[in-house]
């Protein structure tokens, strides 16, 4: 049951495609104010669960519940940010005017602009065409627009794919503050060498929650040394 203390509740939810369950009866429950990580392999279900969160994917049963509304409800537009792993930019605009257009649609203060541009690193390249970015500053300039006004869930699906390492060390460091103001992130990933970046880790394989807490907590309820041991006992059944 949803709590004031938890920004996303799922309860028994069931996503059926092509007649097959992708997620058969999932229950979680996501506190406020925490980096949550989601990993599993690909074809975990991951981004179907990121889906029902934010209120596009078609359930066949079970409840999504986020920050207190039915997920994908209007009161949300402008409470929950997802960033997906495609790129959601314009590539013939600057970043800044970008970032000006989407602050536009979403009342949020022209200060916003500089203030994420500075957030993702971006400030040298506020005037340069989206189009002659790299593949991991275009990611950045979506992450910067989802960051726009002031929203208090942040979902990120893969946020980190072919970034390189510093720029993947200081976008978890960007995460972690956000979570200081306040504000949920869930970041999905198949690299399991991210999961001790996490305040909480979300194991999903074949649709399944294999187990929810700490990163301290996996370990000790497994028996293991690092997370892939971790999922691999779990998955095995044979956690101690």
Not at 61 to 72: F, Q
Not at 153 to 177: I, N, Y
Not at 232 to 237: A, K, N, P, T, Y
Request: hydrophobic share 45%; proline share 4%; net charge negative.
């Amino acid at each position: 049951m949803a709590t004031q203390s938890s920004a996303i509740t799922v309860e028994n939810l069931q996503v059926v495609r092509g007649g097959k369950p992708v997620i058969a009866d999932l229950t979680v429950e996501v506190p406020r104010g925490q980096v949550v990580g989601l990993l599993g392999p690909s074809g975990s279900g991951k981004s179907t669960l990121i889906r029902a969160i934010v209120g596009v994917q078609i359930v066949a049963g079970g409840t999504v519940v986020v920050l207190g509304e039915s997920a994908g409800a209007p009161s949300l537009r402008d409470r929950v940010a997802y960033v997906t792993q495609s790129p959601s930019v314009y590539s013939d605009l600057s970043v800044v005017a970008n970032l000006r257009y989407f602050a536009d649609i979403l009342g949020a203060p022209r200060s916003d602009v500089d203030r994420v541009l500075h957030e993702v690193d971006l400030t040298e390249y506020a005037d340069r065409r989206v189009m002659r970015l790299s593949g991991g500053q275009i990611s950045r300039v979506s992450l910067g627009v989802a960051l726009l006004g002031k929203p208090e869930v942040l979902v990120l699906d893969e946020p980190t794919v072919g970034l390189d390492p510093l720029l993947r060390r200081d976008l978890w460091a960007l995460f972690h503050r956000l979570a200081q103001q306040g504000i949920t992130l869930l970041v999905s990933s198949h690299v399991m060498d991210e999961a001790s970046r996490c305040d909480r880790l979300m194991l999903l394989r074949s649709g399944e929650l294999l187990a929810f807490g700490t990163f301290a907590e996996l370990l000790q309820q497994t028996g293991t040394s690092d997370i892939e041991q971790a999922f691999l006992r779990l998955v095995e059944g044979d956690a101690a």
